[in-house]
């Protein structure tokens, strides 16, 4: 989950350097504009995965859309998911490597 932030983070930061390198009258650059649209889908499809992981079903992705509910999202985001298989799934922590 954290590893797909960053990578959002960073692309999203390139975007802007460029965008404004490139068009630097114009404050929402195409580029920006079409890696946000890149990331959209990817994003929401991570953070249902992470809900997954907390034990959590995925519908709680709308409470974002209540401003507030980012603060939530965020303190889920930052907590270990629960120990062992749960309804959504075996603990991807705890499963056994596969042998070669």
């Known amino acids: 989950y954290w590893y797909f932030a960053l990578f959002s983070v960073i692309s999203s930061i390139g975007a802007a350097i460029i965008d404004a390198a ?4 114009n404050e929402n650059g195409p580029l920006g504009m079409v890696v946000s649209l890149a990331l ?3 994003s929401i499809a991570v953070g249902v995965r992470r809900l ?3 034990d959590r079903t995925g519908w709680w992705m ?3 859309l209540t ?3 980012i603060i939530l999202l965020l303190i889920w985001g ?3 998911g ?3 298989p749960n309804r959504f799934g075996l603990d991807p922590l705890a499963t056994p ?3 070669a």
Request: glycine share 12%; hydrophobic share 45%; net charge neutral.
């Open 22 to 25: 490139l068009f630097p009258l």
């Open 40 to 42: 959209f889908l990817p």
């Open 52 to 54: 997954h992981d907390l």
């Open 62 to 64: 709308l409470v974002s």
């Open 67 to 69: 401003g507030i509910g």
């Open 78 to 80: 930052c907590l270990r």
């Open 82 to 84: 629960t120990p062992g």
């Open 97 to 99: 490597p596969l042998s």
